[in-house]
């Protein structure tokens, strides 16, 4: 055989190789969109009806555990990630390692497309899971060349987008509207629901961090967390403050009916 021959052959090699990666990874991709249930399957079905090899050739399946900051604030937009199973939070604040913020994701949920519809090449959100997560992973340039075309997929990505808008700024209107003490409740509540996985939650919080995440004075934190440690709705060790599960529902049903509007 002369050389000719044997770098044909070398090239058809690495060409077969890289089709069957490609098959690889979209026969993974199928196989885990079989497993949801029917509306999201049926949404991602509809969602890339149209899109092309350069799309779904070019996907990724992605396992992240519980804890992991996938996207920075400021960092730039170089991807596009679609939530299949798992939880995300859109972090406001980290206290001591532990991620916080009132805004969660479930499946199926994209994230990356507003920026990229918004003309941005940077992140403008930090984003974490809370639980295992599983997702898609599409390059910037493949996802921006496709959903620009695809008016099915960016009519779909639109009313995301705006339903996920007009959402937000009804809950920071009534947010604002709270009184101080049930803003308190309203953290509370939030970390049990993301972080509370068993019977009891315990997080470290001081005066200055319950004061930054909820814009009140420490004076007001401290009388709130004071009136909730007397009626034993938790516990307190210094700054560490644990709930339970029947604390949890007591604390909830203290939240007047704007509160239960927001929750998640």
């Excluded at 921006?144 to 995301?160: F, G, N, P, S, Y």
């Amino acid at each position: 055989m002369s050389f000719l021959s044997c770098e044909k052959c070398g090239i058809n090699k690495v060409e077969n190789e890289k089709k069957m990666d490609k098959l690889t990874k979209m026969s993974e991709a199928d196989e885990i969109i079989r497993k949801l249930n029917t509306e999201q399957r049926d949404y991602l079905n509809r969602y890339f009806a149209h899109a092309p090899e350069s799309v779904t050739g070019s996907m990724q399946v992605v396992r992240m555990p519980e804890g992991t900051t996938f996207i920075q604030e400021g960092m730039p937009v170089d991807k596009v990630y679609v939530l299949l199973k798992g939880c995300v939070s859109a972090v406001d604040y980290r206290v001591r390692e532990t991620v916080y913020g009132f805004c969660h994701f479930n499946p199926i949920e994209t994230f990356g497309a507003m920026e990229i519809l918004g003309h941005m090449d940077q992140c403008r959100t930090t984003l974490a899971t809370t639980r295992d997560s599983l997702f898609l992973k599409i390059p910037r340039d493949s996802f921006e060349k496709w959903i620009l075309k695809d008016v099915d997929a960016l009519q779909m990505e639109t009313e995301r987008i705006i339903g996920y808008l007009l959402d937000q700024s009804r809950k920071e209107r009534l947010y604002v509207l709270l009184p101080g003490n049930e803003r308190v409740y309203l953290i509370l509540t939030n970390l049990y629901e993301t972080y509370g996985k068993f019977d009891t939650y315990s997080v470290y919080m001081s005066r200055k961090d319950f004061s930054e995440v909820t814009g009140l004075s420490e004076r007001t934190i401290t009388r709130a967390l004071k009136e909730l440690e007397e009626k034993n709705l938790i516990t307190r060790n210094g700054w560490n403050i644990v709930m339970t599960w029947n604390q949890y529902n007591k604390i909830k049903k203290l939240m007047k009916d704007q509160i239960n509007e927001m929750g998640e």
